[in-house]
């Protein structure tokens, strides 16, 4: 049942609707297992990065929404069931049980980078087809790009 | 690893982190299918609807959030990992792709209903081991009821 | 016509309707005659006790929403009409006419002392049959008691 | 007993006072019958009209605590106990339990078309006796009016 | 100097120009001697009496400013300047010094029935040269008398 | 088509009807102006002129509205169409391009001027039809006046 | 008269003025079909897509601010005169007098289609000529889509 | 009647008090003069100065409140009565009709000036006998000087 | 002198009476000691733990006046005098001078678990005499047992 | 353990912490018996002194706050444990169990007087080693005696 | 020290990290010769510039973060020092000491104009190499633009 | 060109002037250095240390902005542009590039106790010329102090 016009061409709508359902999975995604990391973290910097990934959650949450909107927008209905999150999902996560705030750190700078690396192709992708989506995709990696800093810059003492 | 002590027994706590894991699963999962509803919805009822779903969102989000971290004040790792979510929700969801606001209405029912049900089983279970989390869990139906409340007045004049 | 299927026994709802529909009565009869104390005390004491009034008022309110829709959510239809009222509603009330400060303080806290009395025993009716609405009657106690208290130390030294 | 002096001859309070104790009445019997249907409405405009009908209750309940305070500032008693309201209050009103929504539309309709009827004759009445009263009915009569043609155009439709 | 044109004839203007000039001292006045008694009134109803002078100061104020910007808004230049308030300003008001709290309710109650006499014959005088500024005047004096029964009602109890 | 009933007769709804209809139409049109001269203004009161033409913007808005609706509230369909306004706005209005400051103070003087010169006649014209719509008139013109004054006070200097 | 110097060259600014006036005419066209559709529309969804509406119209008037001044700080002075968007506004746009909800839906969704493909090809135009320009019309487009959508879906039940 | 002690000896409390006195006439001064030159104002600098101006009559009248709680804490009666401004009251002051801007202003430079001067008297003199009105002194002060500065910077460019 | 009357029996007074008068020394000690950690800590967690310690005290706080209004509201006078608190709080204490942080949070746990240990006997003990008191120790135990489990997390590490 | 160096001389440092903890002290142990009474006060004046005593406590409390703050800014360690509290605190307070609101007042102004003189040689000896606490204790002062004189003026006609 | 990685390569990070710290540097000195300018202006416009000057400095400040920000999140170190500030930034800037204000427009122009024109050629720079940089360089110089155009079109009247 | 007439004598001015460049001079290098800090900081306290200086970032930007208008009201032009601030910031900055968390907090810790040093010869300094100016000085360090001991406090345990 296609209920919904498309106002771009067949073959754009194709491209673009790829690259935003794959963003909206990565968004669920994320937005799941930075709550799994915000409720498991355990570790002397317990409270400052709980709190920090409560905004990457609140980023993620906000985007998938306006992603999924933008799919539907084109007539591309979005599918962000749990079944097709599992299933479709396959950024680094933390594992089962309590984790140790320096591990939380890592798995999140590792997952945002796979996440990043990602929305780059997409934006390229998207350049002809899309101009508006690109324009979306270019945000999300703005926000993305700068909370991957910040758990970067937080693990750098790791070592020393 | 278990990193957190526990302020009830062993026993207690066994039973009552069961009944906050299998919660959360359906809170997270509840939250999931808000959301596709909320995205996939069409006919003349989808503004309305639109809305009132991402009351339910909203709600199972953030009741979600406090029953896991009731399992960590208890000692009990909360699991939300979309993995955990795929395999262990099991409430009725909407199909894929887009669907008719009165089918949206009869799911949103029925996987309230099913929700509720088993959320009362858990209100008897944890009567004796911890009060706390009980009340925790009365305010959870009491929400839920009042939203499958709305929808299934909403779908009174279906069959009229 | 039952349009509203309920989650609970038809036992259980008969008492749970019963109580949650006398609580509604008494809520809504006392945000009548508060508002009618509100606008025809006198005295030295007018400006205070006119502006408690109000926070009972605005209680008795929100209150008598909430316990309706509770009765709705159970599939019982609530009646707050104002022929149901009038002949449903028994607490103390204020005289016609304007009321002197002591004796609009002095109803207040008879009014409240029958209505807890009446709340106290649907506390211990509902227990059993719905301890979700148990909770919220034992919320609206809480309130009440609090209220009669302030009025109760308010009087007391009248007789002084 | 007469505790507050009127700024109006005792003629013009004779009729002003009336005017506002019998828009009292209607206005308070507006918000009882206006949350009546908000919480038995079934229908799949539910949601729309429980939301409408609480602004109505709203604007009623306002309205009704400055026309009372209006009273009382003329030197005129307000009453608004439950008997009082029941017994003069003669508007249509939804008749006992669940209702369908298109029949709560038309019982707004006709009951704010009434109300509308014997504010613009207590508007005629009060222009000389105290053009101060006249003007809070002329406002009260501009919202009930608004609210009267959203709900008529809203059932318009109803016998297409 | 005639710098702003009116907007309505000379004779509307002279009579309208009036009203306003003689309101906008009335309040001035008001505010004046509201924040006197709001400094030097003493006992046991202290607090109570003055957080509603302030009320009263606050109404006075702003009605005051709508009152001057009217009156330049029809070309008449507003005059509210200490000695015009001091020489044209006859309503009662609290003597030098503390005041007893009793004293203060008598003396706003006498003041704010001068004041409203006074708007009545204005808001009379102002019916065919301007309703516009009329409906100002009906609008302060609806605040007025609602001032007025406040502290009338508060003095009721004095002497018994 | 007649869908929404009138609460008022024919020849009050005719008369009622007009006014506020030609009311719009002045204030679309003013809302329309206010914005071309707050984008094309040009000189040394750039910034204090378009800040203050956004005021006017705002409230010619807002009445809009309100009029709009009260026309439908009395069963008579508003046209606000851009057709309908182009043909029927008749107020002076600032040219095309650029426009110095003191160019668009003058022009919003004498549109604000005709606009109440023509509001002056429809709140006599609506007095006995609709003392409701009467009051609404007043309100704008009341406004309106506040707008002009403000504007020729600005422009006093000019020639001096 | 060219008083405000651009910061782009004369071809770029010629291009880019035409994309921008053309695009303030179809907003500003779009607000008054989007309000006069707002105060007419008749039928049971009337509430549902009189708020929807408003929605389109605050978006409507926003963007229109921004491309208006948008041009002026390119040196090209915008044009919003009722005159200039009655003649050069050409989106379909609601019939005179009330209108059908599921019609206002209709012409809502074709005429935001229209004007999607026009911005479409401003977004291609202004590519070269100036980024920023084009950036701000991709955000336009975004929402406008959006806002079609709405529309889209909510009529998808009209044929079934 | 000297009914609230003083927490400071007999001599302080004539010298904080006259202290205090003085300012609470200058300041109350202040506010109604700024008020009159805010409705009086014509000339190019309408809004702007019409704007500074209730900046300094918002600051006076809190300043003044403070000032005379603050005398009545130290058990000293603050006069704020019309006749006492009027006859105590010697800063310069704006004459009465319409003012030109320049000239309002000049006059404000003026009166802020003489009562900084004042101040800084009061300021010396208030040194010993209590810091703590001494600090509110400085206070005041330090906002006096700053609204000085910004009318002097206002007025620099007129013999330009 | 008992001057408010219980609307409880007195054995279940008595009990509830206790368990609220403990429950008040409790949480006035918890809020006095986690302030006096908050302005005492050192160490790199500083600020991150700093502004956990005021989240305890606001919980504490707000707590604290809800129980001693409820003992109030029971007939029965709460006791939060200072030497009150001195003598009957037995929960673990930061010792006197600055704190190494590691060791706040040490001590913030042992005496967050030592405070729920005895809430949860008092939740016990007030089942039957009065499940309103019951009610509020529940939630405040929830709350004391999320801000355990944010310090015993943050201390995990310690040891590693 | 000195742990954080002081920006002053050593024997400033002693008077200025001398004069800090001191204060400390007193705020603390008003913010409690500012409560006590809050909660135990009886009588007609119970609403308008159990709300004004809510204000003394928040203000003593975010005082207390400051004080501690400035001692640790210092490098002195603030000292407000309950027993030091229980042991130091030497101003007049209410009496265990409910006390009668007169009563009330009377021990508030004078447990004001004492920490307002005990605060005003603190201001004294404070001149020299550190202004900056100076001015800190001269706003408590500030505060501390506009209170004093509010409750104080409330007891006036207790005698009459 | 490299110690964050880039998410983009080698040479485009080098040529988008120059192309954030030069505009990091521009936006920087334009924050701080926007504050000069605002606090040494003088002139009959000095309240209205003096206020249109502390927006400039609002968006300066908080584009230098996000511009600054997103260098960091590049692996890219951005240098705001004062000695960097000084030695790289090279925009037309007021001169020492008080400043008239339609000098002060005029520099702003100039200095508004040329950062324009840096960030033009940026945007081109930085198309290929990163277009999640390049998209927050547009909407710096969008917002710029919009300042430019603002002082320039308060400037027209200045020759006239 | 000497605009502004001081309100105090020459040699005053010389002074308090001196003590305000040199102010305004540390706040602005304040503020830019906080924000070096805020953006190259690494480490495992990267969240709370970033936080924390904009926190300082803030306090010295107001202070800033209040300390060059206290200037202007003297009539002493203030000079905040950057050469200023590069040649005659003294105070320690931290280095180029990245920096380690435990620098961060070093750096802050010196640079603010040297600022703290200079404003307290400032505070002495300025006693006598200006008081008004003291009590700015006063407030700054009261803050820088506080600021300070946060830092300090925090690099407590680095050596343990």
Redesign the interface.
């Known amino acids: 049942?296609t209920?919904?016009?498309s106002?771009i061409s067949d073959s754009a709508r194709q491209i673009t609707g790829d690259a935003l359902q794959s963003t909206l999975v990565d968004l669920?995604?994320l937005s799941?297992?930075g709550?799994?990391a915000h409720?498991?973290?355990?570790?002397?910097?317990?409270?400052?990065?709980?709190?920090?990934l409560d905004e990457v959650v609140a980023s993620a949450?906000e985007f998938?929404?306006t992603v999924?909107?933008?799919?539907?927008?084109?007539g591309v209905?979005?599918?962000?069931?749990?079944?097709t999150?599992?299933?479709a999902?396959t950024l680094p996560?933390?594992k089962?049980?309590?984790v140790?705030?320096?591990d939380v750190v890592g798995v999140m700078v590792e997952s945002l980078?796979a996440a990043?690396?990602r929305l780059?192709e997409r934006?390229e992708a998207t350049d002809k087809p899309d101009?508006?989506t690109?324009?979306?995709l270019?945000?999300i990696?703005?926000e993305l790009?700068?909370q991957?800093?910040?758990f970067?810059?937080?693990?750098?003492?790791?070592e020393?």
Chains 1, 2, 3, 4, 5, 6, 7, 8, 9, 10, 11, 12 share one sequence.
């Open positions: 049942m209920v919904v016009k106002t669920l995604g799941l297992i709550k799994q409720w498991n973290i355990v570790g002397p910097r317990f409270r400052s990065i709980h709190l920090q949450r998938a929404d999924a909107e933008r799919a539907a927008a084109l209905s979005p599918d962000g069931r749990p079944e999150i599992a299933s999902f996560a933390p089962e049980g309590w140790r705030d320096s980078e990043i690396a780059r934006i101009p508006v690109q324009d979306l270019i945000s990696t703005a790009e700068k991957r800093w910040m970067a810059a937080e693990n750098v003492a790791r020393s």
